[in-house]
């Protein structure tokens, strides 16, 4: 994830954006810095239900306890939202995962008032299924 920014300069970076064209560019950028996902893991069960669009999202611990993300989409704004999400999650470990609430995040990005209810309803389907994941791995 050396390509993808922390939180707080993805939080810089999307003030800087001047309008929502600009952020959705942004959005759609952040997808394209994603480490491709290999083929084999676009399979059933790393397929998130609850999506409009394809989304695949693999998640493996690391030996250090943290948890490594991979993920990608079908959609290039979807798949910017995947980078989104995994930067907050970055280098958290499980226990981190499922305490930690996104939502603020989002918030401060105004990015769900502006996501159409079917993307935001992904979205949320994305980090339940994270979270659903992390626990398993607690």
Same mark, same amino acid.
């Given at each position: 994830?050396?390509?993808?920014?922390?939180? *707080?300069? #993805? +939080?810089?970076?999307?003030? $800087?954006?001047?309008?929502?064209?600009?952020?959705? +560019?942004?959005?759609?950028?952040?997808?394209?810095? #994603?480490?491709?996902?290999? /083929?084999?893991?676009?399979?059933?069960?790393?397929?998130?239900?609850?999506?409009?669009?394809?989304?695949?999202?693999?998640?493996?611990?690391? /030996? /250090?306890?943290?948890?490594? #993300? $991979?993920? /990608?989409? *079908?959609?290039?704004?979807?798949?910017?939202?995947?980078?989104?999400?995994?930067?907050?999650?970055?280098?958290?470990?499980?226990? *981190?995962?499922?305490?930690?609430?996104? $939502?603020?995040?989002?918030?401060?990005?105004?990015? =769900?008032?502006? +996501? =159409?209810?079917?993307?935001?309803?992904? +979205?949320?389907?994305?980090?339940?299924?994270? $979270? =659903?994941?992390?626990?398993?791995?607690?």
């Amino acid at each position: 994830m050396a390509t993808l920014p922390d939180k *707080d300069k #993805l +939080l810089r970076n999307f003030s $800087r954006c001047a309008n929502w064209e600009e952020k959705y +560019l942004y959005i759609i950028e952040l997808g394209q810095r #994603l480490t491709p996902l290999e /083929d084999s893991a676009h399979s059933p069960e790393n397929i998130i239900q609850g999506c409009q669009s394809q989304v695949w999202i693999v998640m493996q611990r690391n /030996d /250090d306890g943290s948890i490594e #993300l $991979r993920g /990608d989409s *079908d959609a290039a704004i979807v798949k910017g939202l995947i980078a989104i999400v995994f930067i907050l999650y970055h280098q958290m470990t499980a226990q *981190d995962i499922v305490a930690f609430d996104v $939502r603020p995040w989002f918030e401060k990005m105004a990015l =769900t008032q502006h +996501l =159409t209810p079917s993307r935001s309803q992904g +979205l949320e389907a994305m980090i339940r299924a994270i $979270r =659903t994941q992390a626990l398993s791995f607690s």
